[in-house]
Structure formats: C-alpha cells, structure tokens
C-alpha cells in the first residue's frame, strides 16, 4: 500500500503529458503498477535493458502517457513500475511494440517475481512544466 501512495505522489508531479486532471467526460487513462524482483546479479543489465525501454516507450508512442520506474529504497532489485496509458487500445498497441518485445526477450531471465496490478484511478493530476 505505501509503495502505491509513493506512485501516485510521484506521478502528480511527473505527468505533465497528461496536461490537466481527467475530466469526468473524457476517456479514463489505463493504469497499471507492476512489482519486479530482479536477480541480483543481473540487477546493472536489468537497469540498463528498463531505461531503454521506457524512453523508447515515451518517445516512440503517443498513447503512453507516464512510466515511472523506482526501486525500493536500499533494495535495488525491487522495482516498482507505475503505467500509464491514454487507454486499454495504447495498452495493447505498447505490448507489440518491437522496443517491448526486445525488453521482455532481453529481460525474461533477470526477472524472478512479476506481479501485474489493474487499478482504478482517483485522480491522475500534474502540475505543469
């Protein structure tokens, strides 16, 4: 639970592509948080294999808003990564993407634990840049 509320305090302040609040008309951005362990002997390659996807991610596609990727304090194979997607469509789109597939293809022996959370938004707000 405090790892959540660590993610959402994070993600008011980093999601400045998302502009405003979502109004309650507008369609809802899918959210998803997902709990890593990584072994620790992989744990610089796994790093190294996260950041490049996720800036290929953020770059190359415009219907993923945010990826914020944190590790647990003093546990540097725990990572926490908090998704956020302009819907389920962008969702499904980033899964065949080919920087994601080589993420997963590269990553899929450094990775011991994936637990993936669905989530409801509250609210997702930031403060402009």
Do not use: C, W
Not at 39 to 57: C, G, M, N, T
Not at 101 to 115: C, D, E
């Amino acid at each position: 639970m405090k790892m959540i509320r660590i993610f959402a305090m994070a993600s008011l302040a980093l999601l400045p592509l998302l502009g405003q609040a979502f109004a309650a008309d507008a369609p809802v951005p899918y959210v998803r948080v997902a709990e890593l362990e990584i072994d620790p002997a992989q744990v610089d390659a796994y790093h190294a294999a996260l950041k490049e996807e996720i800036e290929a991610s953020i770059r190359l596609e415009p219907g993923v808003l945010s990826l914020l990727a944190v590790a647990v304090k003093d546990q540097p194979a725990r990572i926490r990564i908090m998704e956020i997607y302009a819907d389920v469509a962008a969702y499904r789109a980033h899964l065949e993407t080919p920087h994601f597939k080589k993420y997963k293809t590269s990553t899929q022996n450094m990775v011991t634990s994936l637990n993936l959370l669905e989530t409801d938004p509250i609210l997702l707000g930031s403060k402009g840049k």
